[in-house]
């Protein structure tokens, strides 16, 4: 069984179209996450959730719109998508918010053209 | 705001030889964690550090948490091709929000056989 799955594994999309990317984690974690990985390999968080209440919300593009409609699960939106929101989308989960490891998905790779 | 500076960004070594990659924050990280990416695949936990001058070891991987808590090293002795990926350190801040693990930059290790 996958810990943290989401899906897809792979999205190509011209500029301007609306998408979404689905996370689950069947590990009971409180917490879950949503990292977005660039081409130079850099990890930057854009938003964590808490028991399904926002905790974190870097500065990312209104576009971007998280939903967590239970602990298990973490969806990513994205409206007018644009050339530079091409990326590895990453989402992860943790027991709690303090100090403990994050377990992240496969990762979405995310095209637009 | 919170950095942790990662270097070096790149190394190739040759099979059998030691490999170290450091980690540097500007502020006392509570912790810091260690995760591994191979290549195409996604961020794997290796390991956590807490107290000051901690070290622990995994096998052939050592890591270190400086005195001053804000420095880690990960040190690799006869590196194998399985050891092949990034490297990524992950500290998170005193008095931070929580939940926020600040990533480095990562090292890409090739290691040639």
């Known amino acids: 069984d996958t810990a943290v799955s989401q899906t897809p594994k792979y999205l190509v999309t011209q500029m301007g179209n609306d998408k979404s990317i689905k996370c689950e984690q069947n590990?009971?974690?409180?917490?879950m996450y949503w990292y977005k990985q660039d081409s130079k390999k850099f990890l930057k968080i854009m938003f964590s959730?808490?028991?399904?209440?926002?905790?974190i919300n870097e500065t990312v593009p209104n576009r971007f719109s998280p939903k967590s409609p239970d602990k298990a699960h973490l969806n990513l939106h994205i409206n007018s998508l644009e050339l530079g929101d091409s990326a590895v989308y990453f989402c992860?989960?943790?027991?709690?918010?303090?100090?403990?490891?994050?377990?992240f998905g496969q990762g979405t790779r995310l095209t637009v053209v | 705001g919170q950095q942790v500076m990662q270097i070096p960004q790149y190394q190739h070594v040759q099979e059998g030889e030691d490999f170290t990659t450091y980690c540097n924050s500007s502020?006392?990280?509570?912790?810091i964690q260690w995760y591994k990416q191979r290549p195409g695949g996604h961020p794997v936990f290796l390991i956590q550090?807490?107290?000051?001058?901690e070290v622990k070891k995994q096998k052939r991987l050592t890591f270190q948490f400086g005195e001053a808590k804000k420095n880690s090293s990960l040190h690799i002795t006869a590196t194998q091709t399985t050891d092949v990926g990034t490297y990524f350190c992950?500290?998170?801040?005193?008095?931070?929000?929580?939940?926020?693990?600040?990533f480095g930059r990562g090292t890409q290790l090739t290691v040639w056989p």
């Open positions: 992860a989960s943790s027991q709690f918010l303090e100090n403990t490891e994050a377990f």
């Open positions: 590990l009971g974690h409180d917490t």
């Open positions: 959730y808490n028991n399904k209440e926002l905790i």
């Open positions: 502020t006392t990280l509570s912790n």
């Open positions: 550090l807490v107290k000051s001058g």
């Open positions: 992950a500290g998170k801040g005193r008095g931070s929000t929580l939940g926020r693990l600040y």
